[in-house]
């Protein structure tokens, strides 16, 4: 308690000290500066101007949906009395490929399905523990205005139902989760979900709503670490994540379950984090959102690059796409999308606008950061065009370019280091299988691999500043050093497995 | 696999000094109540995760009885076989509610998806204490039950060993699959087995340290029948196993069954029992 009062004086003096400026501005403007006044106009109201009486006509059955999808507008002009069945179930899915976890979840995926009233409504809410789970559950909506929004009253065992009513007082879009002890590893488990409370006029027409809500995983073993893997308790603790992603899987998102528009369509993302410990920096890689609602609050700030979403808290953003291509979503706290599964994407279809975006116009070598690559580098790559490189040239400029990008780890004389970074130099690995060699820069490598007898454990990341030329060269010089087997790599076979390898590689890498 | 194989070898190793360690000096006291195997446990303290009262943290457990296995589907049958109002159709709605014995073919008939061995689900409290009593036993309380489960299987307090809690920690959140045959596991100091890893447990007092439904009242602790609240007066917050038990416990009524949830009877230590053949 201590730290506690400690706390808020603290945050009182920030207050102040934030609150003096602002107090002194008026003085400063002109009169007619009047955003107050424009505010008191456009309030809302809150929950004070959130009942509209009792419900009205028959009762409505929710229609919930699961993840990526949301429920059509209600298109109610006057309050109901709205149904809502969810049903908890304890699930094994894949996280990642070949991982399986034990999920629960608010109707069998993470997220839990999407629900969606109008502010007024009367929401009569059944919660079921399906009879094969081993827990107990219950529900907080962030949208019930009352104690515990819901938990209490939701408290079900397995093979039993609760039932609770509330009237949905304030609009916006809201989290809800198990608060069921012990409350952190019930959310780890996926156990969130959103709900939707719409303006008593509705939502402006876009042409796609989508549901995408972010969470946080720990599990036992590694990311990506294959089998079936236990929570853990420790790890989530101390807020060490093993996964950060977008709808409870790593491919939730990404191939064929991408988000899709059209070109000129207006897009609404309905985001939210359901934790347990993480707050999103969600941004959309190429796209600028048009307006966010803030911690999907009332008011919406434009054009916006990346949006803060609280752990336990949603955003609403819109955008409309013009340019044709896959946009990827991401939490912007980097690693967590391209080491812990944090990305999705939005594919857009249509004609190409060069006039908004051009694509690729001149790809050149420019090499300010590599050590001294002399003119071997650009000379090389002008002979590939040309189609007259030759064996030599290549070993050349490789050998240029090893210096400024591989050896610092594989050193120069390609011995490697002991035990950490494994030789090339008459390297059975290397020699053994061309493809996998080449394999190695393109797309890097994870995990334990064994050359010339020793094991070694370590992480090379992908090389994707390099190019199919770079590679190429660099491959010949090393196949023709210290010994090595003497073999010349193209840059088609290169450019080949770059194609045929993509899915191996993160998606927007080169971000 | 390797890790699992390691696990494997530990444990047996544990085992052996176990069983070393019992032929010296704590041999269980086994012996038989109305047919029921049972063998002694306690006397100790037991912590409950929430504090008992605000100035004491532990609880005195006298030494008790227990059964070294669950309650199964045979003992059961022969129960309501000549105990008619405890049969399946014929048990008052108020004693059970309607999934009671439901996995069983017949009010007397296990069938293929309940055999003889297999711990006994799907039964009520009122159930549960009905069996005890005609055995001369009672349910263990949730102090007793907890002594006795606290146990590894070379320590009367088990929870400082990280392996033991992994162990019941990964029962918990597993799915549900189809429960082995009791004494599946290996018994604990004591000798009892199974009091993880396979089902949940009635216990006599099972709503008494009533988790709040919404756990996250921590402060709140008005009315009598809630001893304890969420996690903040919790006096151990990493044993998330007791966590769960407490959770599950609070979230049942007497009625209520479940299809992993069983139990087994205990008796006070002063309690006469039969000699062993």
């Given at each position: 308690m201590?730290?506690r ?27 007619g ?48 009395k709205?149904?809502v ?5 304890e699930?094994?899915?894949p996280?990642?490929e ?10 069998g995926h ?28 219950n ?18 065992a ?23 002890a ?17 303006p ?83 941004h ?26 609280p ?14 291509g ?9 690693f ?139 491959m ?27 899915a ?8 | 696999?390797?890790?699992r ?41 037991w ?33 309501v ?42 039964v009520?409290w009122?159930a549960?204490?009905?069996f ?6 009672r349910l263990?309380t ?14 009367k ?6 392996r ?11 799915p549900?699959s ?7 596991g ?20 099972f ?10 009242n921590?402060?709140?602790?008005s ?35 479940g ?8 008796a ?10």
């Open positions: 201590i730290h009062s400690a706390f808020f004086a603290v945050t009182a003096l920030a207050a102040v000290a934030c609150n003096s400026p602002v107090a002194q501005a008026p003085t400063a403007q002109p009169a500066a009047a955003p107050a006044a424009k505010a008191a106009e456009t309030d809302t109201g809150g929950s004070a101007k959130g009942d509209f009486g009792p419900p009205v006509g028959a009762p409505v059955e929710a229609q919930l949906t699961t993840a990526p999808e949301v429920p059509a507008a209600t298109g109610r002009k006057q309050p109901a709205v149904v069945d969810l049903e908890v179930r699930v094994v899915l996280i990642s070949g991982v399986q976890y034990t999920f629960w979840t608010f109707g993470v997220p839990g399905r999407f629900i969606r009233v109008r502010q007024g409504d009367t929401v009569e809410f059944h919660l079921k523990n399906h009879p094969d789970n081993k827990m107990p559950h529900i907080d909506l962030h949208a019930v205005t009352g104690p515990g929004g819901g938990a209490a009253s939701s408290f079900t397995p093979g039993h139902a609760s039932q609770f009513t509330f009237k949905a007082l304030n609009r916006g879009l809201y989290v809800y989760h198990c608060a069921t012990p409350v952190g590893m019930h959310i780890a488990n996926g156990m969130y979900g959103l709900i939707l409370v719409e008593p006029e509705g939502l402006p027409p876009v042409d796609h709503e989508y549901y995408v809500m972010q969470g946080d995983f720990y599990t036992v073993g590694k990311y990506r670490e294959k089998g079936p893997q236990g929570f853990d308790m420790q790890k989530a603790i101390e807020e060490n994540a093993t996964y950060v992603l977008f709808n409870g899987s790593e491919a939730s998102l990404v191939g064929d379950n991408a988000l899709k528009a059209k070109v000129g369509e207006t897009v609404r993302l309905f985001v939210g984090n359901g934790g347990p410990n993480l707050v999103s920096s969600f959309v890689i190429g796209e600028v959102f048009d307006r966010v609602y803030t911690e999907a609050g009332t008011r919406y700030q434009e054009n916006v690059q990346t949006t803060v979403i752990s336990g808290g949603a955003a609403i953003v819109e955008f409309k796409v013009e340019v044709p896959t946009y990827v979503m991401v939490d912007h706290s980097i967590r999308a391209f080491n812990k599964g944090a990305l999705g994407m939005l594919k857009v279809e249509g004609e190409a606008r060069k006039d908004l975006y051009s694509g690729k116009e001149i790809d050149s070598v420019y090499l300010a950061d590599k050590a001294s690559p002399s003119g071997v580098v650009q000379q090389a790559t002008a002979e590939s065009a040309q189609g007259t490189l030759s064996k030599s040239a290549q070993i050349a400029a490789g050998q240029a370019l090893f210096q400024g990008t591989c050896s610092a780890c594989h050193q120069a004389d390609g011995k490697g280091l002991p035990n950490v970074f494994p030789p090339l130099a008459g390297s059975d690995f290397l020699n053994a299988d061309k493809a996998r060699a080449i394999g190695m820069p393109l797309n890097g490598r994870t995990g334990p691999i064994t050359v010339n007898g020793q094991t070694y454990n370590s992480v090379m990341p992908p090389m994707s500043q390099l190019n199919d030329d770079e590679i190429a060269n660099i010949t010089y090393v196949y023709n050093s210290w010994g090595n087997s003497g073999k010349q790599v193209s840059a088609a076979e290169v450019k080949a497995l770059r194609a045929s390898t993509q191996e590689r993160p998606q927007g890498a080169a971000h | 696999m390797r890790a194989w390691n696990t494997v070898l530990v444990v047996a190793a544990i085992s052996w000094l176990a069983v070393s360690a019992l032929a010296n000096d704590h041999r269980p006291a086994v012996a038989r109540i109305a047919g029921l195997s049972v063998v002694e446990v306690g006397a100790g303290t912590k409950p995760l929430y504090r008992p009262t605000p100035t004491t943290s532990e609880l005195h457990v006298a030494a008790f009885w227990l059964m070294d296995r669950p309650v199964t589907n045979m003992d059961f049958l022969a129960f076989s000549s105990h008619a109002t405890y049969r399946r159709g014929a048990v008052a709605s108020v004693f059970a509610d309607e999934r009671y014995l439901s996995h069983w073919q017949g009010a007397l008939v296990l069938g293929a998806a309940a055999r003889p061995n297999q711990p006994v689900t799907q009520s009122f549960a204490t009905a005890c009593e005609a055995h001369g036993m263990p949730e102090a007793e039950w907890e002594l006795a489960a606290a146990a590894s299987p070379t320590r307090d088990g929870r400082s060993e990280a033991f809690r992994k162990a019941i920690l990964d029962w918990y959140t597993t549900r189809e429960l082995p045959d009791v004494t599946h290996e018994p604990n100091l004591y000798g009892v087995h199974d009091l993880h890893g396979v089902i949940w447990e009635w216990v006599e007092d709503n008494n340290a009533v988790v709040m439904a919404d756990s996250r921590q402060g709140d602790t009315g009598d029948r809630f001893c304890g609240g969420g996690s903040l007066l919790a006096q151990d917050t990493l044993d998330y196993a007791a966590f769960m038990r407490v959770a599950m416990r609070s979230s049942l009524e007497a009625s209520y069954t299809a992993i949830l069983g139990f087994r009877c205990a006070d230590g002063g309690t006469a029992t039969e000699k062993l053949p």
